[in-house]
């Protein structure tokens, strides 16, 4: 008798986690976005990855007023997304290159770094929609003393545009890059 119920359990659990997984996929928005809504900060950080749409997003926080300076982290993006930055009208006294990390993880890390050593404690993360609750959580779980906020971008949300924009793959990839940061940083996707 006892077998069966276990049984059950088991079989209504797998279920339940198909469900899940079904829904995630089908709608990865309600998933895997986080935004804090209007926030005000000491800085925005910009990660590095995406396209244009990332440093056009921060500058139009910027020009809101939202926060006073621009941390563009990410090797290799860090330049590429200072220049558009400027070429949007964003001074360049006010933008910081942090541009050693090559991972959201080391975009966490070495960013926070430099937060402390600023004495920041409010900061606006910056990133596309679909990265934004693993960005979120990462700089969180690296800077507990230091208050995030996630305002992403909303580039290429409409499902029509998934494949013309070419985020299907990195929209997907997610998921198990979600799975991984839990099992092997600690990083809560909760």
């Not at 198909?18 to 928005?29: D, E, G, I």
């Not at 070495?110 to 693993?134: D, N, P, Q």
């Amino acid at each position: 008798m006892r077998a069966k119920v276990v049984k059950r359990t088991i079989w209504g659990l797998l279920i339940v986690l198909l469900l899940v997984a079904a829904l995630a996929v089908l709608f990865p928005q309600p998933f895997l976005c986080v935004d804090s809504g209007p926030v005000t900060a000491d800085v925005i950080v910009v990660l590095g990855g995406g396209s244009r749409e990332r440093p056009e997003r921060a500058a139009e926080l910027f020009q809101e007023h939202a926060a006073p300076r621009i941390i563009v982290s990410g090797f290799g993006d860090a330049g590429i997304n200072r220049r558009l930055l400027l070429g949007v009208g964003v001074p360049a006294s006010v933008i910081e290159l942090e541009d050693q990390s090559k991972t959201t993880r080391e975009n966490a890390r070495f960013t926070i770094k430099m937060l402390r050593e600023r004495g920041v404690k409010r900061v606006i993360l910056v990133t596309s929609w679909y990265h934004s609750r693993r960005a979120l959580r990462c700089f969180e779980h690296y800077g507990p003393d230091i208050q995030f906020f996630s305002r992403p971008s909303y580039y290429a949300v409409a499902r029509s545009d998934w494949r013309q924009r070419g985020i299907v793959r990195k929209l997907y990839w997610e998921y198990p890059k979600l799975a991984g940061y839990w099992i092997y940083y600690g990083v809560c996707p909760f």
